[in-house]
């Protein structure tokens, strides 16, 4: 049985915002155990998984590219995962095997060769064009490798940018793309250009783009490939903090297992089918 109190400890400390890893530093400098903290998250995601919904489920999934007439490419064989409304999953496993097209499939980006992808229980392969692009606007907002920012908008225009997309008035626009700069922490480079932000703060700022959009599922594409350690640990972190303040839905895709384990559960994939799904009861530290 875990002790109660380091369960309410724990809750407390996330509504406050502390880190996962800080939680479990703080724990153990006072002299709790590893054993005893490991079983208090593992009881709290415990709960979690009873009360949760499927958003996305992905049924008998496969994609084949056709390179030529007769040589076929199998990127995805017979993948089946259940993705829950309000988790953060990350999906890893070598090059090559498969992440970037599972991604793509969920976002709209590409089509499978057989399967389906479900999300609300509407299959959304079938989706009408109009539909297809009010999807890709409204419901994923993706995060990529190389910040995909607009070169010649700052960082606040590139926000309002999408935001006007959506199809807010300029007014309210500017309003929103200023409350999310603030959140980033960066409303003193809201009148910089890209070329003049670091890379962290370009990832920051496209991490904004995406917040802008009403959706409620990020999907997040190796976007640490190009950061220090210290600018993933701080992607990473602001992810969570997406995923845990404004209820969003994330999809990373990372090859580095230290990061992705600081997701709720991670899903390994090896040459297109699945090796293992990993549920992280308590944060890789
Ligand atoms: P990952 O993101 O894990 O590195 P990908 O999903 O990009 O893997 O690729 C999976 C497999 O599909 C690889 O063998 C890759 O070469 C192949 N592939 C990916 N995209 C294409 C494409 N557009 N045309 C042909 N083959 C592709
Ligand atoms: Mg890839």
């Known amino acids: 049985m875990t002790d109660q109190k380091l369960i309410d400890y724990i809750h407390q400390c996330r509504e406050f915002k502390i880190s996962d890893e800080d939680i479990v530093r703080n724990l153990l400098s006072v002299g709790w155990s590893h054993n005893l903290i490991d079983s208090a998250f593992a009881e709290i995601s415990l709960k ?106 700052t960082a606040l225009e590139n926000i309002i940018f999408q935001l006007r997309l959506q199809g807010y008035g300029r007014r309210k626009s500017k309003e929103k793309a200023k409350e999310i700069l603030k959140f980033l922490g960066l409303e003193t480079k809201a009148n910089s250009y890209p070329k003049e932000l670091s890379g962290g703060e370009q990832q920051r700022a496209a991490v904004g783009r995406a917040l802008a959009k009403d959706s409620f599922l990020i999907l997040a594409d190796e976007p640490a490939a190009h950061l220090d350690s210290k600018n993933t640990q701080n992607l990473i972190s602001l992810l969570r903090e997406v995923n845990v303040k404004f209820k969003k839905t994330i999809i990373l895709v990372t090859h580095e297992l230290n990061y992705a384990k600081q997701a709720d559960r991670t899903v390994e994939l090896k040459d297109g089918a699945i090796l293992e799904i990993l549920q992280n009861s308590s944060p890789h530290i």
């Open 48 to 153: 979690f998984a009873a009360a949760k919904e499927i958003l996305i489920a992905i049924n008998n999934l496969s994609k084949e590219y056709e390179l030529s007439k007769n040589i076929k490419t199998p990127a995805l064989k017979n993948i089946n995962l259940d993705i829950y409304k309000g988790e953060f999953l990350s999906i890893t496993g070598h090059s090559g095997s498969g992440k970037t097209t599972l991604l793509n499939l969920i976002g709209l980006i590409d089509f499978p060769t057989s399967g389906e992808i479900l999300v609300n229980n509407e299959n959304i392969h079938k989706f009408k064009e109009k539909e297809k692009v009010e999807y890709r606007l409204k419901f994923a907002g993706f995060i990529f490798q190389f910040f995909n920012l607009l070169d010649n908008y």
